[in-house]
Structures are given as structure tokens and as C-alpha cells.
């Protein structure tokens, strides 16, 4: 599958959302400048995209049901996240800008799982795609581990079990499993950089360009970081 080729009447539609500006932890610099260069890319490429950037918690919930509307019964269904993202006890989350987490409740009021957009994605879809930049080193991770010692809890995302989610599916973290991806000295991310330079290439494979990207991440950041594909 190449994204640079779009199928005639294919429908592509996409989920992007950005959160830098956090209320209760130290701001990022790039998640939104990420989100809305690559919101320009998948336009140009034929998607219909749902965008949302340092939306609160409400209003995060309010795009996700908005995507969800639309998204049954693409060919294609895409998720990008950047900004502050955590696991616990093997679960992904994704966190708006007003997250606190400060007690046992905030992961269900203020925090987003990621397996709830990917349900979203599944219903009446062909081929999903997923890209998450959300490894950045995240003090709320912190904060939610000291309220709940007995939660395993860290900045690093948890692998995704795709084993059910369909041959055309592929799930791309900016680094692997449990570590911590940078936020990036330019005008974006390591990982978002080599997606912008790669995913509209023309009569590419997918695979070929993720393999592309991890090659262009890993020299940006001399060997510190390496993207982690599931397909």
C-alpha cells in the first residue's frame, strides 16, 4: 500500500491531534507544530482529517466522537498522536492538556486510552495506521506513580497487540517499548521529521517508507532512539 497513490474514490480519513501547552506539567515545544504539518501532509494526500490541538480532556472526547462518525466504512483509517503520553499495567494513554493525575480516578476522567480511538477505527475500515509520537519524557507520569504505588506507571508506551485488529493494520511508536522519544531542537520531532519527509512519497511501499523513517530517526539522534513498527 503507498499513501503517495491515492486509489481513485478511495475514502481516507484521519485523526490528528497535538497537545504541547499542559496546564499542570512543563509545556512541550513541538507536539502542535507536529500535528498540524502532518493535518497539511495527509490533506494533500486525499485524507479527510479531524484535527485537535492542547484540547482539554471534554473537547479531545468531542473530536474522537466526531472521527468516529465519519471514519466507518473507510479504506483507509489513520490516527496521529504528538504530546505527553503514558502507560500503566500495560495500557496506553494519551494525555490532554488539563491532566492532573494526581489520584486512582485520573486515568479514567483525564486521561484517554489509546485502545479506545482504535476501536473507533475498526468498525466497517479497511487498512488502519497509526503513529504515535507520544514517548516524550513525562512528568505526570510521575506524578500519577507516587498517587498510585501500586500501578506500574511510565512515560514509555506499552507495545500494541494487533493479532486482532486485521491483516491491513500497522501501529508505528516513535521509539520502542517503554522508552522515551525526544520532543526535538527543530521545528519538530525526530520521528514527526521523517514522517513529513517520507509518508506522501509516491509509488512507495508503506514498509519501505517506515523503514525509511526509523533510518532517518535513528541518525538524527545518534543511535538514541529507533521507531518501533507493529504491523
Same mark, same amino acid.
Given at each position: 500500500m503507498c499513501l503517495g497513490s491515492a486509489e481513485a474514490k478511495e475514502k481516507r480519513v484521519a485523526l490528528v491531534l497535538g497537545?504541547?501547552?499542559?496546564?499542570?506539567?512543563?509545556?512541550?515545544?513541538?507536539?502542535?507544530?507536529?500535528?498540524?504539518?502532518?493535518?497539511?501532509?495527509?490533506?494533500?494526500?486525499?485524507?479527510q482529517v479531524i484535527s485537535g490541538f492542547d484540547q482539554t480532556k471534554m473537547?479531545?472526547? =468531542? +473530536?474522537?466522537? #466526531?472521527?468516529?462518525?465519519?471514519?466507518?466504512?473507510? %479504506?483507509?483509517a489513520l490516527f496521529f498522536y504528538a504530546g505527553h503520553g503514558m502507560q500503566v499495567d500495560g495500557s496506553n494513554?494519551?494525555?490532554?492538556?488539563?491532566?492532573r493525575l494526581e489520584d486512582e480516578t485520573s486515568l479514567d476522567f483525564e486521561a484517554v486510552q489509546?485502545?479506545?480511538?482504535?476501536?473507533?477505527?475498526?468498525? =466497517? +475500515?479497511?487498512? #488502519?495506521l497509526v503513529f504515535l509520537d507520544a514517548c516524550r %519524557?513525562?512528568?505526570?507520569?510521575?506524578?500519577?506513580?507516587k498517587a498510585n504505588p501500586s500501578e506500574r506507571a511510565t512515560s514509555g508506551l506499552a507495545e500494541i497487540k494487533i493479532a486482532d485488529a486485521g491483516?491491513?493494520?500497522l501501529v508505528a511508536f516513535a521509539t520502542g517499548p517503554l522508552k522515551v522519544a525526544y520532543d526535538g531542537s527543530g521545528d519538530h520531532s525526530p520521528f514527526t521529521t521523517a514522517l513529513l519527509s517520507h509518508l506522501g512519497e509516491k509509488n512507495v511501499p508503506l514498509t519501505t517508507v517506515m523503514t525509511a523513517v526509523t533510518?532517518?530517526?535513528y541518525k538524527a539522534t545518534g543511535g538514541k532512539q529507533r521507531p518501533w513498527v507493529n504491523v
Amino acid at each position: 500500500m503507498c499513501l503517495g497513490s491515492a486509489e481513485a474514490k478511495e475514502k481516507r480519513v484521519a485523526l490528528v491531534l497535538g497537545n504541547a501547552a499542559y496546564e499542570h506539567a512543563q509545556a512541550l515545544v513541538n507536539p502542535v507544530r507536529d500535528a498540524e504539518a502532518i493535518t497539511s501532509l495527509l490533506e494533500d494526500l486525499d485524507f479527510q482529517v479531524i484535527s485537535g490541538f492542547d484540547q482539554t480532556k471534554m473537547q479531545t472526547q =468531542e +473530536t474522537i466522537a #466526531r472521527f468516529a462518525r465519519e471514519v466507518r466504512g473507510a %479504506d483507509i483509517a489513520l490516527f496521529f498522536y504528538a504530546g505527553h503520553g503514558m502507560q500503566v499495567d500495560g495500557s496506553n494513554y494519551l494525555l490532554p492538556v488539563d491532566a492532573r493525575l494526581e489520584d486512582e480516578t485520573s486515568l479514567d476522567f483525564e486521561a484517554v486510552q489509546i485502545d479506545f480511538i482504535l476501536r473507533q477505527m475498526s468498525r =466497517e +475500515t479497511g487498512v #488502519r495506521l497509526v503513529f504515535l509520537d507520544a514517548c516524550r %519524557d513525562n512528568p505526570l507520569a510521575a506524578v500519577f506513580a507516587k498517587a498510585n504505588p501500586s500501578e506500574r506507571a511510565t512515560s514509555g508506551l506499552a507495545e500494541i497487540k494487533i493479532a486482532d485488529a486485521g491483516a491491513g493494520t500497522l501501529v508505528a511508536f516513535a521509539t520502542g517499548p517503554l522508552k522515551v522519544a525526544y520532543d526535538g531542537s527543530g521545528d519538530h520531532s525526530p520521528f514527526t521529521t521523517a514522517l513529513l519527509s517520507h509518508l506522501g512519497e509516491k509509488n512507495v511501499p508503506l514498509t519501505t517508507v517506515m523503514t525509511a523513517v526509523t533510518g532517518d530517526v535513528y541518525k538524527a539522534t545518534g543511535g538514541k532512539q529507533r521507531p518501533w513498527v507493529n504491523v
